[in-house]
């Protein structure tokens, strides 16, 4: 499976940690940091300019370890990554965008998305909880004994989308119960 990363998650979560809102970054990094991003303003070419920005911000995403919190989640669901062509994390605008979505296309396969905001990325403890819920989600979604089904009964709109909160009510109660008990320190939100 290939990760992506959007480039504002990407840069939002640098600048985080670059202001000192994640704990473990030395300032001497930050210096260097802020040193190598001053120097890519002399870049004259608009494209090229961009292009250095994300590496350089997802060279540090890298360097202060949230790459490999995301991959260490990740790997405790190895269905997930069995199934997924491509997983990519970008930055969701309010807490009403943040999720897990599955995209299922004949040409390019299962793809998944998860969208969180970039204060999760504060502390892991708001981290590691949000994406073990989500990445369930897409579990589920790809486990064919879970028996996940895009069609919703009802015959009107607000049926279906009545069936369909209600639906995810009780999915994401059975995740939260499914978590706590794997996780004794994790606590249900």
Known sequence: MHLQYDEDLVEGAVFLCAQ????GVA???TLRFSNARDRL???ADPDARND????????WFREWGLE??????LAEFPLVSAALKTLSFRKARSRNEEGA?????AETGRNGVVALRIERLARDADLTPFLRHELTHLSDMVDPRFGYSKRVPGRIP????LVRDRYRLLWDI???ARLAARHKDAAAP
């Open 20 to 23: 000192g809102a994640r704990g």
């Open 27 to 29: 300032p001497l990094q």
């Open 41 to 43: 303003y002399d870049i």
């Open 52 to 59: 250095a920005f994300f590496q350089l911000h997802l060279q």
């Open 68 to 73: 490999d919190l995301l991959k260490r989640v």
């Open 101 to 105: 979505e599955l995209f299922v296309h």
């Open 158 to 161: 607000t049926q279906q989308q």
């Open 174 to 176: 059975t995740i939260e």
